[in-house]
């Protein structure tokens, strides 16, 4: 019957939202109902992010009460000139947590500079030595420094299991360079903005489904056509998720399978 068909084909659905930050104050408080509309929409799982040490503590005691809940463990960019000796050796302890998969967010945020490039740079070295160290992959966060975080990570060439440049809103040209490097992209709702960004929808377009991750980045950045509603939330992804798929001429089921199964491989989750 077709509506039995379609309605397995509904539930077939297992989206990963690979970038949430579910610990944040516009989301936490209101988590169950978060977890069962992303569930209702076909994302099934998250990989919630922590952008310094307070947020570290709050995703480790998230953690467990949650199925297919899993969690990158970083400082942000912004909060770099915040981290000290101490703070890294937490980081690094709290890293080899049940559930945590990967170090990040980390990188270098050059449009805000709210740590100043060279306590950026010297932060984000050090994340990247904890990951290389733990074998975990890293989250990458870069605006507006994409050259310095591609020497970077150079820096590092062959001492990282996995690398994802997260929120990606460059160029098709910068796309090429990441993926000649081996590493993965993951996209936002920056991407349903087709009147402003052709450029990323260009960098979409190449980027093969085995590089490919998808993520809400919510609280922020609420896809097209909820572009409004605030907060931005895991279920939100499908919206990105069915631009991405039409963009490789694919059925949503099919793309959805696809990306799942990078995103499993890139976080090794079983
Ligand atoms: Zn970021
Ligand atoms: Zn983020």
Redesign the pocket.
């Known amino acids: 019957m077709s509506c039995s068909k379609s309605l397995s084909e509904a539930k077939a659905l297992e989206l990963i939202d690979t970038?949430c930050?579910l610990t944040f104050a516009e989301l936490q408080p209101h988590i169950e109902a978060v977890l069962a509309r992303s569930r209702e929409a076909g994302v099934t799982a998250w990989i919630t992010?922590a952008?310094d040490r307070p947020q570290i503590e709050k995703v480790i005691a998230l953690l467990p009460k949650y199925d297919n809940m899993y969690a990158a463990l970083g400082i942000?960019p912004h909060y770099a000139k915040d981290a000290s000796p101490e703070d890294l050796s937490f980081l690094k302890k709290a890293a080899q947590a049940d559930k945590v998969v990967a170090i990040g967010?980390t990188g270098l945020d050059f449009h805000y500079t709210f740590s100043e490039a060279e306590i950026q740079k010297k932060v984000f070295k050090a994340q990247l030595a904890i990951a290389a160290e733990l074998a975990l992959p890293v989250v990458v966060?870069s605006r507006n420094a994409f050259d310095d975080t591609m020497k970077i990570l150079d820096e590092f060439a062959g001492k990282l299991k996995n690398v994802v440049i997260?929120?990606y809103s460059g160029t098709a040209a910068q796309a090429k360079l990441i993926l000649q490097k081996g590493y993965y992209i993951s996209f936002t709702g920056i991407v349903t903005f087709t009147k402003k960004v052709n450029e990323t929808i260009e960098a979409a377009k190449l980027v093969p489904l085995d590089k490919m991750m998808v993520e809400t980045?919510c609280p922020?950045i609420s896809p097209e056509p909820v572009r409004n509603k605030r907060p931005c939330e895991p279920a939100f992804m499908i919206h990105t998720a069915k631009i991405l798929a039409k963009l490789k001429g694919m059925d949503l089921e099919d793309f959805a399978r696809e990306i799942t199964a990078t995103s499993r491989i890139f976080f090794n989750l079983a």
């Open positions: 970038h930050h992010v952008t942000h967010e966060h997260h929120c980045d922020y």
